[in-house]
């Protein structure tokens, strides 16, 4: 298939790139570069474009001869989303709506969207499963969900089909450890202590040390970059027939945030200053997947189900690019 790859120069739109090249389709690349890189997507096709830009949509998918549509171009952080509502409505809702726009004048009907456990805000059970309340607590969260419902309705009319895929914590580097996590600024908590193992920062943070966990720090659930990926490459091909998929993509096993700075430690074999702070206002205590449904119907299986593994691929990454992509 031919596959246009919104965001496909960011983080895990360029492990999904080459993964689908590597499967025996043609990755075409869609990126605005307000937050992707050029360098992790060499010898992609691309083209660089934004997602308000209905006409020039509709160019590439004709052109292009487009078969189906992966959409990681989103703005992610939670926190900022409380500051800047309107961007992230703006970006990760309305630009959304003109892509399935582009796509339904095209007749390109397969859509696999890249949301997120913010839908489900502070869930009552652990660990979560699809059906559990959605209740989102920031803008972040209720874009995605916002963007779930559209792409729904649209199925109903039989003019798409999708697979909307709910990420817990995507972690570590794929493709042998060459394309790794290079946000500016960082907010994820593994290239952060990671940074701080490189002395590059002066101290990890511990918001929070009286959850009611074993060791009262938050728990969250991390899930490896290409098993990520293989989820997403097995939910397109599942669209040939069917209209509506919706997945939990997660480990379903919890690390805490001492277990996540041990691990680090042991791995790269360096200490660091830990600092431990208040809590932050909103965080749950644990957040991890029920995938069991993915498992099943997509005959998903976890290829690094263990944290020092996930650790180690994005250790690999990041001394290897000590300053990211240039």
Same mark, same amino acid.
């Given at each position: 298939?031919?596959?246009?790859?919104? /965001?496909?120069? /960011?983080? =895990?739109?360029?492990?999904?790139?080459?993964?689908?090249?590597?499967?025996?389709?043609?990755?075409?690349?869609?990126?605005?570069? +307000?937050?992707?890189?050029?360098?992790?997507?060499?010898?992609?096709?691309?083209?660089?474009?934004?997602?308000?830009?209905?006409?020039?949509?509709?160019?590439?998918?004709?052109?292009?001869?487009?078969?189906?549509?992966?959409?990681?171009?989103?703005?992610?952080?939670?926190?900022?989303?409380?500051?800047?509502?309107?961007?992230?409505? +703006?970006?990760?809702?309305?630009?959304?709506?003109?892509?399935?726009?582009?796509?339904?004048?095209?007749?390109?009907?397969?859509?696999?969207? +890249? +949301?997120?456990?913010?839908?489900?805000?502070?869930?009552?059970?652990?660990?979560?499963?699809?059906?559990?309340?959605?209740?989102?607590?920031?803008?972040?969260?209720?874009?995605?969900?916002?963007?779930?419902?559209?792409?729904?309705?649209?199925?109903?009319?039989?003019?798409?089909?999708?697979?909307?895929?709910?990420?817990?914590?995507?972690?570590?580097?794929?493709?042998?450890?060459? @394309?790794?996590?290079?946000?500016?600024?960082?907010?994820?908590? =593994?290239?952060?202590?990671?940074?701080?193992?490189?002395?590059?920062?002066?101290?990890?943070?511990?918001? /929070?040390?009286?959850?009611?966990?074993?060791?009262?720090?938050?728990?969250?659930d991390y899930i490896h970059i290409e098993d990520l990926c293989s989820a997403h490459l097995l939910a397109l091909e599942k669209?040939?027939n069917q209209n509506e998929l919706v997945y939990n993509l997660g480990n379903g096993k919890g690390y805490s945030v001492r277990?996540?700075?041990?691990?680090?430690?042991?791995?790269?074999?360096?200490?660091?200053?830990?600092?431990?702070?208040?809590?932050?206002?909103?965080?749950?205590?644990? @957040?991890?997947?029920?995938?069991?449904?993915?498992?099943?119907?997509?005959?998903?299986?976890?290829?690094?189900?263990?944290?020092?593994?996930?650790?180690?691929?994005?250790?690999?990454?990041?001394?290897?690019?000590?300053?990211?992509?240039?």
């Open positions: 298939m031919n596959v246009l790859i919104c /965001g496909g120069a /960011g983080y =895990i739109g360029s492990n999904m790139t080459a993964m689908l090249a590597q499967a025996g389709h043609k990755p075409i690349v869609f990126d605005n570069l +307000s937050n992707g890189h050029k360098q992790a997507i060499k010898g992609f096709d691309f083209i660089e474009g934004d997602l308000a830009d209905l006409d020039l949509l509709v160019k590439v998918l004709k052109e292009n001869k487009i078969d189906a549509v992966m959409h990681f171009a989103a703005f992610i952080e939670a926190g900022e989303s409380v500051k800047k509502p309107l961007e992230f409505y +703006s970006n990760n809702v309305c630009n959304t709506q003109m892509l399935l726009a582009a796509m339904e004048k095209c007749g390109v009907k397969k859509f696999v969207f +890249s +949301s997120s456990a913010a839908v489900y805000g502070a869930p009552d059970k652990t660990p979560i499963t699809e059906d559990a309340p959605k209740n989102p607590i920031n803008p972040y969260g209720h874009t995605k969900l916002a963007v779930e419902q559209m792409c729904r309705f649209q199925s109903q009319t039989i003019r798409l089909r999708y697979a909307a895929l709910r990420y817990f914590n995507a972690a570590g580097a794929g493709a042998n450890g060459t @394309l790794g996590e290079d946000h500016k600024p960082e907010s994820h908590l =593994i290239p952060l202590v990671i940074a701080a193992a490189m002395g590059k920062r002066e101290d990890v943070k511990i918001f /929070g040390t009286d959850y009611p966990t074993p060791d009262g720090t938050c728990v969250r669209l040939e277990d996540v700075i041990e691990t680090v430690k042991k791995v790269t074999g360096k200490n660091f200053k830990v600092t431990e702070v208040p809590r932050r206002p909103g965080d749950p205590p644990v @957040l991890t997947a029920d995938a069991t449904r993915a498992i099943k119907e997509l005959g998903w299986k976890v290829k690094y189900p263990e944290l020092e593994k996930i650790v180690e691929t994005a250790w690999q990454w990041h001394n290897d690019n000590p300053e990211g992509y240039k």
